[in-house]
């Protein structure tokens, strides 16, 4: 079969299953533009406002699914415009494909209108990019993006294609999919003497990560946990692994985790760490994190061994591969007096007050997610209310709670949002965001509008950057430094003039009501809720600090 | 901190070597020289670097490196059972100095003269780092005019094959 480059792209989105793409376009990306009007019946093209949105979109939908999400964005700032979403997208594997259009090639190299190299932009923020020179390698390096981007350690891959490339003819044989989300089965360390190692430990712990959610382990780790009776909490990246309430669910850990978990962490003799990479968040102290115990580290990406800590014993292999292995030399225990005193520290841990007056942030959390309901998706921006967010969510689902983790993306949710309703289209999707981030990608509002997508963004409005505000607060003599920025805008009205509907809450009572007829909406909510800009994400142990320097005040 | 020498083997695609040393700049490892070059094998060119740092950054360069979709494969070379070289070129004038004994250096080290044009030489030598910083210190005192010298380029000794597929 004879077709264009532009042709040949579309089938082999086909040929990966894919039958949805985010993305914006423009003069480089025409052809593509034109073979997506030609495939409009089997691909959905989402546009959005920004490309940065469409990243953060593909990017959602990735991580709601599981799948590969994809985006498309022309040359020049199109391409630059997703540098944002593939960076978030690198730092928390997401497998993501990005497919950008460039000059033609005899343009290449000579500062043509809207020229850019982005190839060489991206190459730290993908798991791997290319560049197709030839119409007759287009077929096999999409196939190669794709496989790539899904295997292993999942990543964003770039695919840069000029624009003479997606017009020029050539033969396309179709192929079997290689977007296969491949988990090997390899095993690598003495599994064995570490089980023993576990079931010695008088106070064992584990600690883990995105990797147990994106080798769909949640049921593996909870036959170890219950079998040795080992305390775990989890990273931002793998809240919802276990549900909230399990026995062996403390919570959240690292710097504005539960108190119990963080000190469970310190004192532990045995500390698992399981698909996750000590980041700075976690490991705060990395001289000091879990100096107590032997450590062990369960990771896929040989990488992460020994580069923010060294561990006593390794691991490599998918976690799902290992903790199968290792459950054939786990023995039943009972750790009764390790998990009392647990219990003493989930005592001390800082509890918040609720009010009938004022909104206050975890009210507003649990109320969404009560309202909202089991099955719903909830997405996140960066800041206070990140933090609040995976603190008071009762989370039960693995793939469920959408959070720029590792780069810290202001800005991310909405478009995540979108992606992942786009994906979802039967659960609610609930975007927790603040005046903060939301000012930074409120534009995709019209987006949702556009396809009648029925996100609720709830707006945790202090008037100030919270999270900055509450640093300064503490470290820094209360020296606000841009971060009230007096602004006036009128979410309400705003979300009105873009075709959306918006509600404007003081109290519990006002937003309950907001939430229960958002659900009902066919398209886009926006809900402001006012809280005390003096509200704060607790405990926090400050950056570089033990459990020993938390603060509960 | 010490030095090592390590040998990376890539797939010989344009870009590559941009790759390999984004890779090392955003990571923070050393580079104290770097060669690329073509190999028996067309598809493959062979990246050989010198490094500074302790056994933690090597084991992070060995395995960050090895994630890099085209590193075929990345290994340290072990100087014992190794031949590592670098070239060096160096320009000498000849108007002042005593020319014999600069001569005698030459001959001591195993460098060679390959040029003499205008009153001055060119002087080539092949040897280790160490071997060529010892020369450059042995010939401190003469006229010195221009000098380069490569980065090193490694081989273990005896029969090793690289299975790359």
Request: hydrophobic share 40%; aromatic share 8%.
């Amino acid at each position: 079969m004879i077709l264009n480059g532009s042709e040949i792209l579309v089938n082999v989105l086909l040929e990966q299953g894919v039958d949805t793409v985010f993305g914006y376009p423009g003069g480089a990306v025409l052809n593509i533009y034109d073979a997506l009007y030609k495939y409009r019946d089997q691909i959905h093209h989402y546009m959005t406002a920004h490309e940065q949105g469409a990243a953060h979109a593909a990017d959602g939908y990735a991580r709601s699914t599981g799948k590969t999400g994809v985006v498309i964005a022309t040359s020049g700032p199109g391409a630059t415009n997703l540098v944002t979403g593939i960076a978030t997208a690198y730092m928390d594997s997401v497998p993501l494909v990005a497919i950008t259009g460039n000059v033609s090639t005899p343009l290449i190299g000579c500062d043509s209108f809207q020229e850019v190299y982005i190839a060489g932009i991206t190459m730290p923020i993908t798991k791997h990019n290319f560049v197709v020179r030839k119409v007759e390698d287009l077929a096999d390096t999409l196939r190669e993006a794709f496989r790539i981007a899904s295997s292993g350690r999942p990543g964003p891959v770039l695919v840069d294609i000029p624009k003479d490339v997606t017009a020029e003819r050539t033969t396309y044989t179709p192929a079997p999919r290689t977007d296969l989300h491949e988990r090997t089965t390899d095993v690598v360390g003495n599994v064995e003497e570490i089980a023993e190692l576990i079931n010695r430990a008088e106070r064992p712990f584990v600690y883990f990560g995105g990797g147990v959610r994106l080798s769909g382990a949640s049921e593996e780790l909870r036959q170890v946990l219950l079998t040795a009776d080992i305390p775990a909490a989890y990273t931002l990246m793998a809240a919802g692994a276990l549900k909230y309430g399990e026995r062996n669910n403390l919570g959240l850990m690292g710097m504005h985790g539960c108190y119990s978990a963080n000190c469970a962490a310190n004192r532990a003799d045995v500390l698992i760490a399981i698909g996750t990479r000590f980041s700075d968040r976690v490991a705060l102290n990395t001289s000091k994190f879990g100096h107590n115990a032997k450590i062990v580290h369960i990771d896929i990406d040989s990488g992460e061994i020994n580069k923010n800590i060294i561990a006593d014993y390794s691991i490599l292999g998918d976690v799902k591969a290992v903790l199968n292995e290792m459950m054939k030399y786990i023995k039943p225990a009972k750790h009764d007096s390790w998990f009392a005193q647990i219990e003493k520290w989930k005592e001390e841990d800082y509890h918040p007050t609720d009010s009938e007056e004022v909104l206050k942030p975890h009210q507003v959390i649990e109320t969404a997610c009560r309202v909202a309901g089991e099955d719903a998706i909830f997405v996140t921006d960066v800041g206070q209310h990140q933090m609040w967010a995976a603190q008071y969510l009762h989370h039960v689902k693995p793939m469920n709670f959408l959070t720029s983790g590792g780069l810290g993306t202001m800005g991310y949710g909405y478009g995540a949002a979108i992606g992942a309703q786009i994906a979802n289209p039967e659960v609610p999707v609930v975007h927790f965001t603040s005046d903060g981030s939301l000012h930074m990608n409120m534009n995709e509002l019209c987006t949702a509008v556009s396809y009648g997508v029925p996100v609720i963004t709830v707006i945790l409005n202090n008037a100030v950057l919270g999270m900055v505000r509450q640093w300064q607060g503490v470290f820094y003599g209360q020296r606000y430094s841009s971060s009230e920025p007096e602004r006036v805008t009128d979410y309400v009205k705003v979300a009105e003039a873009f075709g959306g509907k918006g509600f404007r809450c003081k109290n519990p009572a006002e937003f309950e009501e907001a939430m229960k007829l958002a659900m009902k909406e066919k398209g886009p909510v926006w809900i402001e809720c006012e809280i005390d800009r003096e509200e704060k994400v607790l405990p926090m142990i400050p950056a570089g600090g033990t459990v020993h320097d938390t603060i509960f005040n | 901190m010490k030095k090592q020498c390590m040998v990376i083997l890539v797939e010989n695609n344009s870009g590559v070597l941009a790759r390999v040393s984004s890779l090392f700049m955003q990571r923070g490892f050393n580079i104290d020289s770097l060669t690329v070059s073509s190999t028996e094998n067309p598809k493959i060119s062979r990246i050989t670097v010198m490094t500074t740092g302790d056994q933690k950054i090597f084991s992070q360069i060995l395995k960050q490196t090895g994630k890099l979709v085209e590193t075929k494969m990345i290994f340290s070379v072990e100087p014992s059972f190794s031949l590592i070289r670098e070239l060096l070129l160096v320009k000498f004038g000849t108007d002042h100095g005593n020319i014999e004994a600069l001569k005698q250096i030459i001959e001591d080290f195993g460098a060679n003269i390959i040029d003499m044009t205008n009153g001055c030489f060119v002087i080539e030598l092949s040897a280790s780092s160490e071997k060529i910083d010892d020369f450059l210190e042995a010939t401190e005192a003469f006229e010195m005019i221009e000098m380069c010298r490569s980065g090193a380029i490694a081989m273990e000794r005896g029969k090793v094959s690289y299975d790359i597929g």
